[in-house]
């Protein structure tokens, strides 16, 4: 049996450790057509789906400052561009915005790569 002090030192040491979980990176910029295109057609439905649970949408601009955790991910200029990031690693990515009929499918090619 765990000792209520053991417990509470697990408790704060799990608050303490970074959670790293999958996420997918929307590499995205202002004006882009195809972005709008997914904004509509895919972005509303993903929180709701099995693979948004699995790899929450991230949104970052090209034209800002790319975040700390990123630093190790090559930004391209072509948007949009979706990247599978697990543990601050890539693990698959996507140019474009295929449309919503062929971007699910590849979504859960790119999904299957993860650790189960």
Not at 4 to 21: G, I, M, N
């Amino acid at each position: 049996m765990t000792s209520p002090l053991a417990a509470a030192l697990s408790f704060f040491l799990l608050l303490a450790t970074p959670a790293f979980a999958a996420e997918m990176v929307m590499f995205e910029q202002p004006g882009c057509a195809w972005c709008k295109r997914f904004n509509e057609e895919v972005a509303p439905a993903w929180p709701n789906t099995e693979q948004g649970q699995r790899a929450p949408l991230r949104r970052v601009n090209i034209h800002e400052p790319l975040p700390e955790d990123l630093a190790d991910i090559p930004v391209e200029r072509f948007t949009p561009t979706f990247v599978l990031v697990d543990e601050g690693r890539e693990i698959a990515r996507l140019r474009g915005y295929p449309g919503d009929q062929f971007f699910w499918a590849l979504v859960d090619e790119m999904l299957a790569k993860l650790e189960p």
